[in-house]
């Protein structure tokens, strides 16, 4: 009943998005109401899809409906369709309702913006429009069109205060730089992306995930071009979710309004290229190396980015960089659990397999629960920047007493984001931790990662409470005697809902959704949802008498007490710690590890010398080649129209001449081929 209409998720942000552009204008918001309606109808039709799937018949086995769109010769078709499972479920269902927070929230936070609004409503209806066409693909390639589609909304909203807005550090950067690196750097992924899904095609002969899925076929295929294919694939999600080296753009992507920042990293964008992992795991974990490989990458993205967090004085990108580094740990999981699963595969190993799938599980767990409290974060910070007008820490200060429920609900968030006992974020924190551990068992590498791993969540809790303390406590800074007060409700009350998400969404695992985005292997194929699930007493006894659960917890409430002492009591001083400033570790996360720097350099030494020789070849070659026959065809025709004399005795003498000249030809030839 509602399942067939999957494909209106979709399209109602679309069309929300034509609304807004033809006539968002002449509204109160312009464009604000439509754009808060389509993410709404989406979500009230992804619960009634997820509701109806979910407790049908046909669950677990995915529901799948498509059109032919066109055929390649060679035996190639191409389909639209919508593809339902579990995962689906999931991601449309937090997709759509934090998309429609985030979208009432703007009503107050881009309050100020005049006729700006407009393009503003457009572009995120259209970012919307974007992630659901993504998440309801029946194929890679319609996947594709719609990751292109984020990837275009992402430069133009990041590069939406272009004009150089006043309001905050990072917005008042050159926003239009910005814009453009999150643009190249993420094409250079989805270069990747495209030429694996071109393999993937050449190999089955198709996109579709129901025929790639299929046992049959995975094993009629060129093992090794289907690990070329995947770490292509995977090159992709390195741009989209900003992972190791392809991470640098996202902290700069914060010069955009907040509510874009919340949008990409809570909502959409960066989910995307975790996503895609999830999607694809079934051809994931055909190669134990590949998984090997995504782990390593996820684990070295998760400390990077949380120790370029520990110094920085900008409250947005502290968040940037914990966004980066949340989204290590969930492709770690990933990597852990696929590796799991890809030895039981070759083993023949229910048990390996098993045991992998929870890192599925831990994975997507963690990418919902980071959705709900890092969009609250971002709308908090959101919430300090619109009283205040700066993102600077070091202004800020003392802010609890002037605005409370700002600074209540952002510590609900820092809470979870720290893995603090019982919040949304310390379920999901700790089975990632335990199944890298479980992984460690059988690769050396991976607890080598469990350890990492281990270290980024103090490092976690450190920087996300020094975040907390150096805004809401402490001695009132310059911008905070200039405060605004609490923001308007619109703003507020987002706040309190995600609030509520952020601490009970981990308790969903307690109720089964473990079963929905559970992996299983099935005669002819794999599935997501539909496992056991573990129930809340096999949880609460799984966690609590694991003796590394208690090493996580402690490590948390040492990296809050340091920070507590350090910004609040003052006990201890941070200048101890970098010699003020001075020390080689303390200007090396400044300058983020020389990433930009590395970047600039590969730019001007690689690329321009790249654009060079194209030039190069371009009007030397290609335009040289044209213009040189040109020029032959010009000048010869210049050349034989001087030979039109107009006398007669001209003419006879060249038809004589070329008479005899084609005389003694025929006889040269007749010579050679012996007729004389």
């Known amino acids: 009943m509602f399942i067939e209409y999957t494909w209106l998720v979709p399209l109602v942000p679309m069309i929300c998005f034509l609304l807004i552009g033809f006539i968002g204008q002449k509204t109160p918001e312009k ?10 109808i989406s979500f009230i039709l992804a619960a009634l899809i997820s509701y ?8 677990p086995a995915p529901v799948t409906e498509q059109i032919a769109w066109f055929v390649i010769p060679g035996g190639f078709e191409i389909n639209l369709g919508y593809y339902v499972d579990g995962l689906t479920c999931v991601m449309m269902l937090f997709s759509s309702f934090i998309s ?10 881009m309050g100020d913006q005049g006729e700006r609004r407009k393009r503003y409503y457009a572009e995120v209806s259209l970012f919307l429009t974007g992630m659901l066409g993504l998440i309801v693909s029946s194929n890679f390639l319609e996947m594709f069109i719609f990751w292109e589609v984020m990837g275009l909304c992402s430069y133009l909203l990041i590069g939406f205060w272009s004009f150089r807005h006043p309001e905050g550090d990072a917005a008042s950067a050159n926003a239009a730089s910005a814009a453009k690196k999150a643009f190249l750097v993420t094409r250079l992924g989805d270069v990747c992306l495209m030429a694996g899904l071109f393999i993937l095609l050449f190999e089955f002969q198709s996109l579709d995930y129901a025929t790639l899925f299929n046992s049959a076929n995975i094993a009629a295929v060129d ?19 900003a992972q190791f080296p392809l991470h640098d753009w996202l902290p700069d992507a914060m010069a955009g309004p907040t509510t874009v920042s919340s949008l990409i990293h809570a909502a959409t964008m960066v989910k995307a290229g975790v996503y895609l992992v999830a999607r694809g795991w079934p051809l994931f974990i055909q190669n134990a190396e590949v998984m090997l490989f995504v782990g390593i990458i996820g684990g070295l993205t ?9 110094n920085n004085m900008n409250i947005k990108r502290v968040l940037a960089y914990s966004t980066i580094s949340q989204l290590g740990y969930m492709i770690l999981a990933l990597g852990a659990g696929g590796y799991l699963v890809a030895l039981g595969l070759e083993s023949g190993s229910e048990e390996l397999i098993v045991a992998g799938s929870a890192g599925m599980v831990a994975g997507c767990f963690h990418m919902m629960n980071h959705a709900f409290f890092k969009a609250l ?9 619109h009283a205040v ?25 820092s809470l979870s984001i720290a893995g603090f006992p019982f919040f949304s974020g310390f379920w999901s924190k700790d089975l990632v931790l335990e199944i890298a551990m479980e992984a460690g068992s059988h690769e050396v590498w991976f607890t080598v990662l469990w350890v990492i791993a281990v270290i980024t969540a103090f490092m976690t809790a450190f920087y996300m409470f020094r975040m907390w303390f150096m805004t809401f406590m402490g001695e009132e800074g310059h911008a905070t005697q200039h405060c605004h007060g609490e923001s308007p409700k619109t703003m507020t009350v987002p706040l309190m809902i995600l609030s509520v998400f952020a601490f009970a969404s981990g308790f969903l695992i307690l109720v089964g959704l473990d079963a929905i985005v559970s992996f299983d292997v099935i005669p002819g194929g794999f599935q997501v949802g539909g496992g056991h699930a573990g129930g809340a007493l096999h949880y609460f006894e799984h966690l609590f008498t694991n003796p590394y659960t208690y090493l996580t917890i402690v490590l948390a409430l040492v990296g809050i007490g340091i920070a507590y002492l350090m910004y609040v009591k003052k006990s201890i001083n941070p200048g101890m710690f970098n010699k003020d400033g001075e020390s080689w570790l303390y200007k090396a996360l400044t300058k983020r590890w020389w990433f930009p720097d590395l970047y600039n350099q590969i730019s001007w030494k690689v690329g321009y010398g790249v654009a060079r020789g194209v030039d190069y070849v371009d009007r030397q070659i290609v335009d040289g080649t044209v213009n040189g026959l040109s020029g032959a065809v010009v000048g010869g025709g210049e050349a034989v129209s001087k030979a ?29 081929l012996g007729g004389i």
């Open 52 to 59: 109806e799937y979910l407790t049908g018949d046909v669950y």
């Open 223 to 241: 093992s090794d071009m289907l690990t070329l294919a995947m770490l292509l694939i995977f090159g992709g999600v390195i741009g989209k979710s």
């Open 644 to 672: 039109q004399t107009g006398n007669v005795h001209d003419y006879s003498s060249m038809v004589l001449i070329g008479v005899a000249l084609l005389s003694v030809g025929f006889l040269m030839i007749a010579m050679v």
């Open 302 to 310: 998760a400390i990077i980015a949380a120790s370029m967090a520990l």
């Open 31 to 40: 464009g604000g109401y439509f754009a808060i309606a389509g993410a709404l």
């Open 100 to 109: 429609t927070l985030i979208f009432v929230y703007s009503v107050g936070y």
């Open 377 to 385: 974060l971002f709308m908090c910070s959101g919430s300090v920047i």
């Open 389 to 413: 007008g700066t993102e600077d820490m070091r202004q800020m200060g003392g802010l609890h007493k002037h605005m409370k429920i700002t600074s209540i609900t952002m510590l609900i968030g």
